[in-house]
């Protein structure tokens, strides 16, 4: 039942700057599956998938890594072979360093450099104006440095702080992001980390590179779990279930070797409850299936253990804002 989705949000933002241009996005959607009318539903969302190929699209359709989001033309291949001259350097700071230098240059806005002291450090990115697109770009770009850094050294690097210079959004998945909620309406994007990972020896050989690199934008998109939070084990147990409706706090407490009010305790900490996470497991395991068009709704409804379709139908709207049919449209 393994399935994640991303909230529609970071489609409507990737493909904002080519309707800008005149360019068809309608094309976009339709190759990565997506039908049209979800995007202006701020609840809906879309499976991983669907969204990394929402951006391998307009990557052909641009000739852009940055889709147009950025105040000028970053060629295809650039991203490679920038990630070819980090990945001989010695320690993340070297590579950080090297990082922030081609940004300065090669993507046309400020830079700050690396800044902090003995404990913590902080990665700033300042755009070059206050529009949504600058505030857009410095926000991708401390995600892909993070992302990116984290591969480089083999752990996910923890961070303690993460600044965003947009107003605060009603649908976002940010902490799932990030691990932590984001500061918003800040000067500049920004993360802060603690400085003892600056002297982690970078690991990956360039085989490693070509390898990640295939995997492109999902690598640098979608979280990976070097180091899996309370919430995102619950929620691989739940997933393994092929009825998660029916699993009790107990059964994934009891081999977590905490208790059912200790692992709730937990989940608040992180923001979220064990209802939650079987509703989003739940969710978007129907959003995959509804993508893929294998079922029928009557046969996904049973599959989920809901006990009639129109169960299904009430809860997937509350969920999406959208009934099942609305997804369907993917394969029209």
Not at 7 to 27: E, F, K, T, W, Y
Not at 144 to 170: C, D, M, N, Y
Not at 186 to 212: C, H, K, M, Q, T
């Amino acid at each position: 039942m393994a399935a994640r989705t991303v909230a529609i949000q970071l489609i409507r933002a990737a493909i904002a700057p080519a309707a800008a241009r005149g360019l068809d996005v309608g094309h976009v959607l339709r190759e990565a599956g997506i039908p049209a009318g979800l995007v202006d539903e701020d609840a809906a969302r879309v499976t991983e998938a669907q969204a990394a190929r929402v951006i391998q699209v307009l990557w052909s359709v641009t000739g852009d890594e940055m889709v147009g989001l950025g105040p000028m033309v970053i060629p295809r291949g650039t991203f490679r072979m920038v990630t070819l001259g980090l990945i001989h350097t010695p320690d993340l700071r070297a590579a950080l360093r090297r990082l922030i230098e081609f940004v300065g240059i090669g993507i046309g806005f400020e830079v700050t450099e690396l800044t902090g002291d003995a404990t913590t450090t902080r990665m700033i990115v300042t755009p070059g104006g206050r529009s949504r697109a600058d505030q857009l770009v410095g926000a991708i770009g401390i995600v892909v440095g993070h992302r990116f850094a984290s591969w480089l050294i083999g752990r996910e690097i923890a961070l303690t702080a993460v600044e965003l210079p947009e107003p605060a959004p009603s649908h976002a998945d940010y902490p799932s992001i990030f691990g932590v909620a984001p500061a918003f309406d800040a000067p500049a994007a920004s993360i802060a980390f603690g400085s003892e990972y600056l002297n982690a020896p970078v690991v990956r050989n360039e085989d490693e590179l070509v390898a990640f690199l295939r995997n492109l934008p999902g690598a640098l998109l979608f979280r990976q779990d070097y180091h899996p939070t309370t919430s995102s084990r619950v929620r691989r147990m739940v997933e393994r279930r092929p009825l998660p409706d029916l699993l009790t706090v107990e059964d994934v407490a009891k081999p977590l070797n905490v208790s059912a009010q200790h692992l709730r305790r937990l989940l608040r900490d992180e923001g979220t409850t064990f209802r939650e996470i079987k509703e989003d497991v739940l969710r978007d395991a129907a959003i995959a299936a509804l993508a893929s068009g294998r079922e029928t709704v009557d046969e996904l409804s049973a599959r989920l253990g809901f006990s009639e379709p129109s169960a299904f139908r009430r809860a997937f709207r509350r969920w999406t804002g959208s009934p099942p049919g609305a997804y369907r449209l993917a394969q029209g």
